[in-house]
């Protein structure tokens, strides 16, 4: 049986042939090059890939960014990633587990590594634990098609009820990390971030289900579920694509306003995301949390007098505001 193809990415033609030259050694001789992080994206949406292989840095387009934007598809999302570099950082590791790589292959390359990393990805061995959650989430969305919402709402509620937590992986690949047992911490972030779609998908199937059965309110919850869970793992502009569709549904909900108002403080929009929380406070002009949130903003940009009256006005709609005591407290003492 012939082995799938292979997408090599490297701008670098000497790298290009030496990676070449190993695979065909270790048995694989199906495989498409690309010279730069666009060709290879345009060689994905013609051509039936199993496996890609890229180099971390390029000029034109990185491979940890190709991978980002892999990770967002419905149709090539799991597709086997690996990155290849001649000295991968803590931070590269990091960077490259947190966004959903397969693997690592240190340049030069090690053929025993190369081929058994490549046949656990083209042979599509699952671990237990995400195949069993992969099941789960298919067998929901069999039931919405069969339009048997009770009994996939049950089976979502179960699985996002007993849910593994992809932050124990998460946190096991920073630990493997600082140790420098790179491939076993790519191996838990790989599961982390497999696990992170996975429960997104859940999610937003109980939203989908939730609006087929007319209750608005619930699908707007699993939506917002969906979007913090791309907020925890910093794929930002997925999670702002969802709660952008929310708001265009009509919605003028003081929560969705309020994690936009989050999303856009972290990614450094400041301007975006008082415009959030103000909408928010149309919404509920009681709730604390978003005085709050707004003096973090004001925070954030050094105006300590300003924070400290949102600070204030979180602390008057709630005297038990431990947070908002304790900033309070620390821009009197000059701390911050």
Same mark, same amino acid.
């Given at each position: 049986?012939?082995? &799938?193809?292979?997408?090599?990415?490297?701008?670098?033609?000497?790298?290009?042939?030496?990676?070449?030259?190993?695979?065909?050694?270790?048995?694989?001789?199906?495989?498409?090059?690309?010279?730069?992080?666009?060709?290879?994206?345009?060689?994905?949406?013609?051509?039936?890939?199993?496996?890609?292989?890229?180099?971390?840095?390029m000029s034109d387009m990185s491979g940890l960014a190709l991978l980002k934007i892999l990770r967002k598809e419905e149709r090539l999302g799991e597709l086997p990633?690996?990155?290849?570099?001649?000295?991968?950082?803590?931070?590269?590791?990091?960077?490259?587990?947190?966004?959903?790589?397969?693997?690592?292959?240190?340049?030069?390359?090690?053929? !025993?590594?190369?081929?058994?990393?490549?046949?656990?990805?083209?042979?599509?061995?699952?671990?237990?634990?995400?195949? /069993?959650?992969?099941?789960?989430?298919?067998?929901?969305?069999?039931?919405?098609?069969?339009?048997?919402?009770?009994?996939?709402?049950?089976?979502? /509620?179960?699985?996002?009820?007993?849910?593994?937590? &992809?932050?124990?992986?998460? @946190?096991?690949?920073y630990i493997k990390t600082a140790q420098n047992k790179h491939p076993e911490a790519i191996e838990a972030f790989s599961k982390a971030t497999s696990l992170d779609?996975?429960?997104?998908?859940?999610?937003?199937?109980?939203?989908?289900?939730?609006?087929?059965?007319?209750?608005?309110?619930?699908?707007?919850?699993?939506?917002?579920?969906?979007?913090?869970?791309?907020?925890?793992?910093?794929?930002?502009?997925?999670?702002?694509?969802?709660? @952008?569709?929310?708001?265009?549904?009509?919605?003028?909900?003081? @929560?969705?306003?309020?994690?936009?108002?989050?999303?856009?403080?972290?990614?450094?929009?400041?301007?975006?995301?008082?415009? /959030?929380?103000?909408?928010?406070?149309?919404?509920?002009?009681?709730?604390?949390?978003?005085?709050?949130?707004?003096?973090?903003?004001?925070?954030?940009?050094? @105006?300590?007098?300003?924070?400290?009256?949102?600070? /204030?006005?979180?602390?008057?709609?709630?005297?038990?505001?431990?947070?908002?005591?304790?900033?309070? !407290?620390?821009?009197?003492?000059?701390?911050?």
């Amino acid at each position: 049986m012939p082995h &799938p193809s292979i997408l090599t990415i490297t701008e670098d033609t000497m790298e290009q042939d030496r990676l070449l030259t190993a695979l065909k050694k270790v048995g694989y001789t199906n495989i498409i090059t690309a010279d730069s992080a666009d060709k290879g994206w345009t060689v994905l949406k013609t051509s039936d890939i199993g496996c890609i292989i890229a180099a971390y840095d390029m000029s034109d387009m990185s491979g940890l960014a190709l991978l980002k934007i892999l990770r967002k598809e419905e149709r090539l999302g799991e597709l086997p990633f690996f990155l290849t570099d001649s000295a991968f950082t803590k931070i590269k590791v990091i960077k490259a587990g947190q966004a959903g790589v397969s693997g690592l292959f240190v340049i030069p390359y090690d053929p !025993k590594s190369l081929k058994m990393r490549l046949i656990t990805a083209l042979g599509k061995l699952k671990d237990p634990v995400i195949h /069993q959650v992969e099941l789960s989430v298919k067998k929901g969305l069999e039931l919405i098609e069969k339009k048997e919402y009770k009994k996939a709402l049950g089976l979502f /509620q179960t699985l996002v009820t007993q849910r593994e937590n &992809p932050e124990y992986y998460y @946190n096991i690949g920073y630990i493997k990390t600082a140790q420098n047992k790179h491939p076993e911490a790519i191996e838990a972030f790989s599961k982390a971030t497999s696990l992170d779609r996975l429960f997104v998908k859940a999610y937003k199937a109980m939203a989908v289900v939730y609006r087929a059965m007319g209750d608005v309110e619930k699908a707007e919850e699993y939506t917002r579920i969906a979007a913090e869970i791309y907020m925890d793992t910093d794929k930002l502009g997925k999670a702002e694509d969802l709660l @952008n569709e929310l708001l265009a549904s009509g919605t003028n909900s003081l @929560n969705v306003f309020n994690t936009l108002g989050v999303l856009y403080r972290k990614k450094g929009d400041t301007k975006e995301a008082m415009k /959030q929380y103000k909408k928010a406070l149309k919404v509920h002009p009681d709730e604390p949390y978003i005085y709050y949130n707004i003096g973090r903003l004001y925070l954030d940009a050094k @105006n300590t007098s300003k924070a400290k009256t949102y600070f /204030q006005a979180a602390l008057d709609k709630d005297h038990g505001f431990t947070e908002a005591k304790q900033v309070i !407290k620390a821009i009197d003492l000059g701390m911050i």
